[in-house]
């Protein structure tokens, strides 16, 4: 009989992904089928990157970097937060990643040793429970609330301390899977309290890039310690390509650098060639975010009068995460029939809420704005 580790035994399946499969099976089959159920662009990698690594390619050699990432990528992440933020971030505070994956396990196993509680977000992005668990660290649900707009406080961080001591504290703006942006003013909050309890802050910012006329503030602005996580992945679209990076304490750099040797060597090189030209994609970027902001604006309006109206602050991301108490109490088997029956694909939200997800289903609005339109009208044929 084969082992399995207790670590492997105690990480619950990421819903999405099981979902994507079914999904792909079905399209596999021949099954038309519209895919709202992961959180990725459905456009192509700007063209600036595509063109950056076909001549990387054509150069002839695609070698390791070092572990901490090319010095010229580095050193464009840095003068981004200058730009952007009006922040001073060192280059050698950068740490380019395998994607914002990797970026959660360096930023998880520098900081904290097993046993330790992490506070996270509860609804949010299931790998940092799984993550977590994974590292024999221990996730403390933030349970959020409508009348914080279902974003973290630093009265909601102080209270989940209090109840039982934390070692540290991640949140996530713009957020999977509700899509809220934390104020300005309630993430310098939350940073003051956390530097208050002596607890280190992770800043999971990988949707940065997409919001809907609410502003994003780095958690670099309240706290130059914070541990931010970022990624290609989202604005960029970049998913496949797998290339993220972190901003680190320069205490960090050293401990992050050696376990990144030997967990990865180094992100894909052709990844970071890419990424680098992604800084000049702006306006075709900008295009892309202004189409999910139409699909937004379609899913907002067709929604109530299919008895999904009740839906987390859409700020930012390209996700609509809800309520379909009114329909059901089991959001899994109501995304099984709603894939079998309407041949539309989405998440049920117990992937991001253990306790209430069998009330919500989050739907990405990321695709094209016809494949949004068809959803509707499968979905008002369906529930009718």
């Not at 901490?68 to 050698?92: K, Q, T």
């Not at 609804?123 to 403390?140: H, S, T």
């Amino acid at each position: 009989m084969t082992p399995i580790s207790r670590r492997a035994a105690a990480v619950a399946p990421f819903l999405a992904m099981d979902v994507m499969a079914a999904a792909a099976a079905r399209v596999r089959a021949g099954s038309d089928t519209v895919r709202m159920e992961v959180g990725q662009p459905s456009a192509p990698a700007p063209r600036p990157v595509i063109a950056a690594a076909q001549r990387a390619l054509e150069a002839g050699r695609v070698p390791y970097t070092e572990a901490l990432g090319l010095p010229a990528l580095r050193e464009r992440i840095a003068r981004d937060y200058r730009d952007r933020y009006g922040v001073a971030v060192p280059p050698e505070r950068v740490v380019v990643t395998t994607g914002s994956s990797a970026g959660f396990i360096l930023a998880f196993m520098s900081l904290f040793d097993a046993g330790a509680r992490v506070a996270v977000p509860q609804p949010g992005y299931p790998a940092y429970r799984n993550i977590l668990a994974a590292l024999d660290l221990v996730p403390a649900p933030m349970t959020l609330r409508a009348e914080a707009r279902f974003a973290p406080t630093a009265a909601l961080l102080a209270a989940t301390h209090a109840a039982a001591p934390l070692s540290g504290v991640l949140v996530m703006s713009p957020a999977n899977p509700s899509g809220t942006v934390i104020t300005e003013g309630a993430l310098r909050d939350l940073c003051g309290q956390a530097r208050a309890l002596g607890l280190p802050l992770i800043s999971d910012e990988i949707y940065h890039g997409l919001s809907y006329g609410v502003p994003t503030a780095t958690a670099l602005q309240f706290d130059a310690d914070a541990v931010v996580i970022n990624s290609f992945s989202k604005y960029h679209c970049m998913t496949g390509w797998r290339v993220g990076w972190m901003v680190v304490p320069e205490a960090l750099v050293r401990p992050i650098e050696r376990l990144a040797q030997n967990l990865f060597i180094s992100a894909p090189y052709l990844s970071q060639v890419g990424a680098l030209a992604a800084f000049d994609a702006s306006a075709e970027l900008d295009a892309v975010r202004d189409g999910y902001a139409r699909n937004r604006a379609i899913l907002l309006d067709a929604f109530p009068g299919l008895g999904l109206g009740r839906v987390h602050p859409a700020d930012g991301a390209f996700y609509l995460y809800a309520d379909v108490a009114a329909l059901t109490n089991d959001a899994s088997g109501f995304c099984r029939r709603m894939l079998d029956e309407a041949g539309v694909a989405a998440t049920p939200g117990l992937d991001f809420d253990p306790e209430a997800g069998n009330h919500h289903v989050r739907f990405s609005f990321a695709g094209s704005e016809a494949e949004c339109r068809e959803a509707v009208a499968r979905l008002r044929a369906w529930l009718a």
